[in-house]
């Protein structure tokens, strides 16, 4: 089965530093996709980043990277040089696998980690 | 502006009662996704829709029905056979989805639904 699992219900970081938010996927097919959002409290969803199951690099849009350690299944969120807008629920989630007929293009998604930064 | 947009923001039923959320989107997306949130959760799949014409429960469809007449469209009721409507009900397209496709699906502002 299919799995997302965000450890961190919270962090903390100070303005200007650097913050990894884990994620770890449980998955038994080699094609999948990995995505990162962001929920402010006013509650729209806005996507970060994305990391396919293939790509040889880690993704990277702005301030945002993506650690991708495939063997140990994990895709961990960096944000570099956080800013007090960064403050938000942040959820990592999985593309179900292109074999699962019509389900392919559905997400699922973690219990999400609340960071908030310190001015 | 290319977007989803859903209506109300805020709704509120009553007991016995079937409640229509609204979710229309100009992006030309094939798909859409109906997603509950409740507080300190991630979000969970209602129902789906690849197609016009076309549906599919997701996890916890039981208490909702959903309508796709048009590509633009797809409303959600939440019936009176769901017993806990309370939550944070969020909407999303997407293009079909292409052998490790990139595309992300776009979101809704959301409705928060709550028992009178």
């Known amino acids: 089965a299919q799995k997302i699992t965000q450890t961190q219900p919270g962090m903390f970081v100070q303005e200007k530093e650097a913050v990894t938010l884990d994620c770890t996927y449980d998955?038994?097919?080699?094609?999948?996709?990995l995505f990162w959002y962001k929920q402010p409290s006013s509650g729209e969803m806005i996507f970060l980043i994305y990391q396919g199951s293939y790509d040889q690099q880690n993704a990277t849009e702005g301030r945002y990277s993506l650690n991708f350690q495939k063997a140990r299944k994990s895709a961990n969120l960096v944000i570099s040089a956080s800013q007090l807008g960064d403050s938000a629920m942040y959820f990592c989630a999985m593309r179900y696998p292109m074999n699962y007929g019509g389900s392919q293009g559905n997400l699922i998604f973690g219990k999400g980690t609340k960071l908030s930064v310190k001015p | 502006d290319g977007g989803i947009t859903q209506s109300p923001k805020y709704l509120f039923r009553k007991e016995g009662q079937n409640v229509t959320l609204s979710c229309e989107q100009n992006?030309?997306?094939?798909?859409m996704y109906w997603y509950r949130q409740d507080p300190g959760q991630g979000l969970r799949l209602i129902y789906y829709s690849q197609i016009v014409n076309d549906f599919q429960k997701g996890d916890i469809a039981e208490g909702y029905s959903v309508s796709r007449e048009k590509k633009e469209s797809f409303p959600l009721t939440v019936t009176s056979a769901q017993k806990n409507p309370t939550a944070f009900y969020l909407c999303?397209?997407?293009?079909?989805?292409?052998?490790?496709?990139?595309?992300?699906?776009?979101f809704g502002d959301g409705t928060r639904l709550s028992i009178l």
């Open positions: 992006l030309n997306h094939d798909a």
């Open positions: 998955t038994s097919d080699p094609s999948y996709g």
């Open positions: 999303a397209s997407s293009p079909r989805v292409r052998i490790d496709s990139n595309q992300p699906q776009h």
